[in-house]
């Protein structure tokens, strides 16, 4: 089924896009097991694939060592971009 939220951890965000600031959201997330994970904020990013350009939302969640927390593509930015996984 996978993530409906595309996620980046903080710590990531602020290592590598020094930036790019994010605003706030009403967002809960939780992991396939329950546990919340904290929502810092949201970030737009603007995607290129095939030509094509796409505005797409992040969900910016606290990750640390103790909570690591995975940079995933959801379901709302594949519904944008149509990849198509055949090639």
């Not at 919340?36 to 060592?65: S, T, W």
Request: aromatic residues 6%.
């Amino acid at each position: 089924t996978g993530s409906a939220a595309s996620i980046i951890p903080e710590n990531l965000l602020l290592s590598q896009f020094t930036k790019i600031k994010y605003e706030p959201v009403q967002l809960r997330l939780r992991t396939y097991n329950g546990t919340n994970v904290p929502v810092k904020g949201r970030i737009m990013i603007i995607v290129q694939h095939e030509g094509a350009y796409f505005m797409l939302p992040l969900v910016v969640a606290k990750a640390d060592e103790q909570r690591p927390v995975p940079t995933l593509l959801g379901q709302n930015c594949l519904e944008h971009t149509r990849l198509n996984w055949a090639q």
